[in-house]
């Protein structure tokens, strides 16, 4: 069956739609999806309650509503759809990036996508395996998604089928294995250690945070390493020269089931490359082993990034360090929103990493407004491109952090773009809203395909944004780009995006030429951002409230059908006890009948007796009066 006119409505949150529609609840397309699961894939969480009777229901892989929502990371439907936790996929499902096997839930959806703000929300989850045995964690950590593994701590310790565990996993993202210190030492089904996937794939960053793990050997043959491999003899293997010198003082020597070193493996490994610098360092490989050095960076890392002051200051010589990207632990604080940690590493203030992004930057483009008061000292760098940390709280849409940035308004990135343009490009209405004092600038260059020139209106009219090409419209109508165009044309005749154009092509149809002036802002967008404040807040308390009142709905639902089952049964019950005491009852009358038939007959004996007492009694008279009484006869 091809999509319904309610499937349609509800992937576009048309309510008045949906309601007409409702005849066709329950229907499914030909992929097995059904309205609610369009509703929750759109984030359209005022069509959910409306949806009900199809809460449960799984298209042909499997999946439910709430993981359309988890997958799409849409926070309100999740929380509306929470009875449906548990649930698991039925067949391997892929999307561009990544592969789902049977028996994913939610939960995995949501980390493999990284949507940390559904984590909390799908606690029941936690602990769940997909097919694989591969946990949420497991997945978070494969994916570097570092917000999300603060959040499945739980599952630490946890292995899949073969024996790998979540650091494992991790072994290519450094930026998530201090979180997953737990796991250190813990060696799979093969014998085989974090460490050793690090060295196997070449990343040095990981290495030099899982030393702690030198000198472990594999204990079966893997991917024709015998046992007793090193992560040494694995990085020389494959010609690691960094990973070499990382390990070489702590396995050197070390044979493997074959006895086979390291040397052995640089100088007879099949891989392609050049081996000679590799070679060179193992040409005199001893045998005297440094012992594992203490883990004082990872344990530095991991307090840093779980916001542990007392564990920061307790190694905070490694303060200052920076891996090969040129992240600072500053830059680490940052991304996880760990804000009291941040005056403790005041040494690392200004540095950035190795696309010029400074601290701030990464707390921007996260959305931690906590942090951002704390980096003041970095407001107005840039980085690689020429943004700034404006620029990535308008692109990413986290319109509380704008206020805290004012000292960036104005600024323009090496195209000539705005934060604003950053803001009218991705449709954030919020951003845009308290950027108007920047209206009126143009591009400098080419910028996303569109020529010079180019203005935030003309880019909300190229991307079908109606509510911010209402909001520019009184400060840019009539600016032309270095082509003559006008953001009607661009409307119009650009090179747009598909979608329904109506109502962005009703504003612009009589586009005037006279503008206001850009507004004052900075009073005025706090002013606006305590409303928005106020706002948020009133509507978070209203989702809760209802989300509240749905699941109290959805217990008193099952309570009162439970309830029913049981007067159910009662009647039943009642029932085939009335049909027990009918048929006592007419046996009874049946007894009774026959009880007055043997009363009459007794009455008949009792009167037969009496008459034959009598009769007895006027024979026995008769025969006392007779003459010769009763005496023997003479002779």
């Known amino acids: 069956m091809s999509d319904t006119a309610l499937m349609e409505a509800a992937g576009k949150g048309d309510l008045r739609s949906v309601k007409r529609n409702l005849k066709d609840v329950g229907k499914r397309n030909k992929n097995g999806n059904t309205a609610l699961m369009f509703a929750a894939k759109n984030g359209r969480a005022d069509c959910v309650p409306l949806l009900e009777k199809e809460v449960g229901m799984q298209d042909n892989d499997g999946q439910t509503a709430l993981m359309r929502a988890a997958y799409h990371g849409k926070t309100d439907c999740v929380r509306f759809l929470l009875c449906e936790a548990g649930k698991q996929t039925t067949k391997e499902w892929n999307d561009f990036f ?81 979180l997953l210190e737990e796991e250190i030492g813990i060696q799979n089904n093969d014998g085989l250690t974090a460490l050793m996937h690090a060295a196997h794939n070449g990343y040095t960053d990981s290495v030099r945070l899982l030393l702690s ?25 494959q010609s690691h020269l960094e990973i070499v010198q990382l390990l070489l003082p702590y396995e050197q020597g070390l044979k493997d089931s074959e006895g086979h070193t390291a040397k052995w493996y640089a100088n007879n490994s099949s891989e392609r490359g ?36 007392e564990g920061a200051q307790k190694h905070l010589d490694h303060a200052g360090y920076r891996d090969s990207t ?23 203030f200004g540095l950035q990493d190795n696309d010029g992004w400074t ?58 773009a705005t934060a604003l343009m950053l803001a009218a490009s991705d449709g954030y209405t919020d951003c845009a809203r308290l950027l108007l004092s920047e209206t009126g600038n143009q591009t400098t260059k080419e910028w996303d395909d569109l020529p010079p020139g180019t203005t935030a209106l003309m880019i909300a009219a190229h991307e079908n944004y109606p509510d911010i090409v209402e909001l520019l419209l009184p400060y840019e109508q009539g600016l032309t780009d270095s082509n003559s165009h006008t953001a009607q044309w661009h409307a119009n005749k650009g090179d747009s995006w598909g979608g329904d154009f109506t109502r962005v092509r009703k504003l612009l149809e009589n586009e005037g030429t006279t503008r206001l002036p850009p507004p004052s802002n900075p009073a005025e967008m706090l002013e606006l951002r305590e409303r928005v404040d106020e706002l948020t807040t009133e ?34 019950d009642q029932k085939a006890q009335n049909l027990a005491l ?39 008279g008769r025969l006392t009066n007779h003459p010769q009484g009763l005496g023997m006869p003479t002779g």
Request: aromatic residues 4%; glycine residues 8%; proline residues 5%.
């Open 213 to 237: 793990e030198v000198g472990k050997q594999t204990t079966e043959e893997w991917w024709g390493f015998p046992p007793g491999t090193t992560a040494l003899m694995i990085a020389a293997h």
């Open 539 to 572: 509507n978070e308390s209203l989702k809760k409230e209802l989300s509240q009142l749905n699941q109290e709905n959805s217990s008193l639902k099952a309570q009162l059908s439970k309830t029913i089952e049981d007067l159910k049964r009662a009647l039943a």
């Open 98 to 178: 990544n592969n789902y096997p049977p028996e994913t839930t939610a939960l995995i959806f949501a980390a493999i996508n990284g949507h940390s703000n559904c984590i909390p929300l799908l606690e029941k989850e936690i602990g769940m395996r997909d097919s694989n045995g591969e946990t949420a964690l497991m997945k978070a950590a494969n994916g570097g998604r570092a917000d999300c593994i603060l959040l499945l701590r739980k599952e630490l310790g946890m292995q899949n089928k073969n024996g790998t565990t979540a650091l494992m996993s991790a072994s290519s993202c450094p930026n998530c294995i201090p």
């Open 582 to 620: 009918e048929k006592e009852n007419a046996q009874l009358r049946t007894e009774s009948h026959d009880m007055k038939d043997l009363q009459r007959r007794l009455e008949e004996v009792e009167e037969e007796k009496r008459v034959l007492l009598q009769n007895l009694a006027a024979v026995g």
């Open 326 to 348: 040129g992240k600072t632990a500053l830059m680490y604080a940052a991304c996880l929103g760990q804000p009291n940690c941040i005056p403790l590493l005041e040494k690392e």
């Open 359 to 416: 601290a701030l930057m990464h707390a921007a483009k996260e959305g931690h407004s906590e942090c951002i008061p704390l980096l003041k000292e970095e407001v107005g760098k840039k980085d690689n491109d020429g943004e700034t940390a404006l620029m990535m709280a308008a692109r990413w849409g986290h319109s509380d952090c704008i206020p805290l940035l004012e000292g960036e308004i104005g600024m323009q990135n090496n195209d000539g």
């Open 274 to 309: 050049d081996y000679t610098q590799v070679r060179k360092l193992l040409e005199n490989e001893g045998t005297e082993r440094t012992p594992p050095p203490p883990n004082g960076l990872l344990l530095f890392l991991k307090s840093v990034m779980m916001g542990d002051v």
